[in-house]
């Protein structure tokens, strides 16, 4: 696992940097931790390290003693995130139609007979046709799961784009439903799915959120209600431009089954990062 590889070498988690668009690259102080010496030939000493690394692309040294470290595949932190958080507990219920896209609800209104016509901050979206967007498999719970008093720094209604907490919950019952929605779709998931797969600009924009997991776990001050908010933004979008499901006629693939594994892990994340801060995830929406 990549991050466990560069904490083992650094002593603690290096924080991603850059939008990860094109490099993956991660930022460490480590070498200004406890050095006597000057921090560049510490920073030289990891760096021999970190280059002997499987997946260390480039390691370049500042005169200031940071470390700026590129990894050749980025797609690996779905790995750390799977093998670090067990899954959830699961649940069935209506999930509308395996691909089809679905909307959130407008304010004070039913998911199931209000097409969404709002404006997305996560780009366009079709209207809402089904019966709501369903939680994991084997999870029953109902829309107000995560209601009164445990909505945490965000209130439970208006349940539209406009409230960072609905689009938080939205997100983690969306990514547990696309689990069912493969399966139906015959999308094959295991741990041979290769992660250099997930390449594309939407896939490395989740990727670079989910990379800040273990530096703000470690953090004073980790900033979790935000954290989640860019997390469920770049996860939205992801779904609406990368999408995880095969589409009409198009067989299901390689990539489709990366993607789904990367939104396991985001619903792993989410999951935890809500529990932080004293919410109950929605089983259902």
Do not use: C
């Not at 094959?188 to 776990?217: F, Q």
Request: glycine fraction near 12%.
């Amino acid at each position: 696992m990549i991050m466990e590889a560069l904490r083992g070498v650094l002593g603690a988690p290096p924080v991603p940097r850059g939008s990860w668009t094109r490099e993956a690259r991660f930022v460490s102080t480590a070498a200004l931790r406890g050095t006597a010496g000057p921090a560049a030939e510490a920073a030289e000493r990891l760096a021999v390290r970190l280059r002997a690394l499987p997946g260390v692309r480039r390691v370049d040294v500042r005169p200031n003693g940071f470390l700026v470290i590129e990894i050749a595949t980025p797609g690996q932190i779905v790995d750390d995130i799977l093998a670090t958080y067990a899954p959830g507990p699961r649940g069935a219920g209506d999930a509308g139609r395996p691909g089809e896209g679905t909307r959130p609800p407008q304010a004070g209104r039913s998911s199931e007979t209000t097409p969404f016509t709002g404006r997305s901050p996560y780009g366009p979206r079709r209207a809402h046709t089904g019966a709501g967007d369903d939680g994991p498999p084997g999870e029953t719970g109902n829309e107000t799961a995560a209601g009164e008093g445990t909505a945490g720094p965000w209130p439970d209604f208006p349940r539209t784009w406009d409230n960072p907490g609905f689009a938080i919950r939205y997100a983690y019952v969306r990514a547990g439903a696309v689990q069912r929605w493969a399966r139906d779709l015959g999308v094959s998931v295991g741990a041979a799915v290769r992660p250099g797969l997930l390449d594309g600009p939407h896939d490395r924009a989740v990727l670079r959120v989910l990379a800040e997991l273990p530096s703000r776990r470690e953090s004073r001050d980790p900033g979790w209600a935000a954290y989640l908010e860019r997390l469920a933004e770049a996860y939205h979008t992801a779904f609406e431009h990368a999408s995880p499901l095969p589409k009409g006629d198009e067989p299901p693939s390689e990539t489709h089954a990366a993607r789904v594994r990367m939104a396991e892990a985001v619903r792993r994340v989410l999951e935890a990062g809500l529990a932080e801060l004293g919410v109950a995830p929605p089983g259902k929406i």
